[in-house]
């Protein structure tokens, strides 16, 4: 089994909203990543989570705050988003930093 | 730094043409090269792989080779389907220091394919 579920599958929010995006995966794997990623354009990687600890953090702005809360599962939570924060957003996985990386079929996402 | 450079699409072909999507890269090391293929609204899914120089990745009928002498990794397949109409995005990863657990991607090819 080589799934990553992500939920919601399409997210519509308001710039004062708070909202989370839920990613989940049972492969054993642990790391677990973040990434957005605009139209016509390649993922941006967000955050990196190496055995439940935040290894990587791209310089994201602090709206977008990410959580592993086990070794299962990755959160990103969601704060006074802009309109330009619309995106696919992508979560995937490896066994470890260094192998392929899994990954789901994303949340759609629109700030309003 | 790492950095993936792919051929400009989108490429237009039709069906059971033949298909070379060319990618080539910038890295220290030894890295882990990919193909990646993104469906229309979903996310991406990992098409085939190669760790080491001279390596060749194959899957679905798709087959890449691991050139370290000229830095490449283009992808190829003998006859293209209209269900492989899509964005193909090759990418890297290198196996530590600084870029560990990163993936360096390509600008992604869209191809088309007409019945």
């Known amino acids: 089994d080589t799934e990553v579920t992500q939920t919601p599958k399409h997210l519509v929010m308001g710039m004062t909203n708070k909202k989370s995006l839920k990613c989940e995966q049972h492969m054993g794997h642990r790391a677990m990543y973040w990434y957005k990623q605009k139209a016509k354009k390649p993922p941006e990687l967000m955050f990196v989570?190496?055995?439940?600890?935040?290894?990587i953090n791209e310089s994201v702005p602090s709206r977008f705050s990410p959580e592993c809360p086990n070794s299962s599962l990755l959160n990103l939570h969601l704060h006074a988003l802009q309109p330009e924060d619309s995106a696919l957003y992508l979560c995937a996985s490896s066994p470890t930093g260094l192998e392929e990386q899994y990954f789901g079929p994303g949340t759609r996402l629109t700030v309003t | 730094g790492n950095s993936v450079t792919q051929m400009e699409g989108p490429v237009t072909l039709s069906e059971e043409a033949f298909l070379t999507i060319n990618c080539t890269y910038t890295?220290?090391?030894?890295?882990?090269l990919f193909w990646y293929v993104q469906y229309p609204g979903e996310g991406l899914q990992l098409l085939l792989k190669a760790t080491k120089a001279d390596d060749k990745g194959s899957n679905k009928g798709f087959e890449a080779t691991y050139r370290k002498e000229t830095t490449s990794f283009h992808l190829e397949k003998g006859s293209v389907q209209v269900s492989d109409s899509a964005v193909y995005f090759c990418a890297l990863k290198n196996a530590g220091g600084t870029s560990y657990g990163k993936l360096t991607f390509g600008q992604g090819t869209i191809l088309t394919v007409h019945p």
């Open positions: 890295a220290t090391g030894y890295p882990s």
């Open positions: 989570y190496s055995y439940e600890k935040l290894s």
